[in-house]
């Protein structure tokens, strides 16, 4: 059974980091273009970035360049968010979500459940 679990959400005041997590489990990670994303209260899901299988690019929303980093570690089947400069408007419920695809192609088909990212003092 496919399975991505996402993991270091959390509370974090403005300015502050985070990293997320993507565990997957039931099938390897290397040859699946992994995309980051998020939900706010009231509105729409959004791709935050993603990255593909093969070269490892990556691409990133405007909203979140130069201070979101993704990366991945296929030795241990995760990829990872890193989150710097949060801001109030960062928060929201993150997904990962997996396509088996060289690179980033819509649609994804298999996503987490989430985890809750809340940036406030």
């Known amino acids: 059974q496919l399975q991505l679990v996402e993991s270091g959400g959390g509370l974090v005041q403005p300015g502050g980091s985070l990293r997320l997590s993507c565990a997957a489990s039931?099938?390897?990670?290397?040859?699946?273009?992994v995309g980051w994303f998020r939900q706010a209260p009231g509105k729409e899901r959004e791709g935050v970035s993603c990255i593909s299988s093969s070269r490892g690019s990556t691409n990133y929303a405007d909203s979140v360049k130069g201070r979101f980093t993704i990366f991945r570690d296929n030795a241990k089947n995760t990829v990872y968010l890193q989150m710097n400069s949060l801001k109030p408007e960062d928060t929201a419920v993150y997904y990962c979500?997996?396509?088996?695809?060289?690179?980033?192609?819509?649609?994804?088909?298999?996503w987490g459940r989430g985890t809750q990212v809340t940036v406030s003092s």
């Open positions: 979500a997996a396509v088996l695809s060289s690179s980033c192609r819509p649609p994804f088909d298999s």
């Open positions: 039931g099938f390897t990670l290397d040859y699946y273009a």
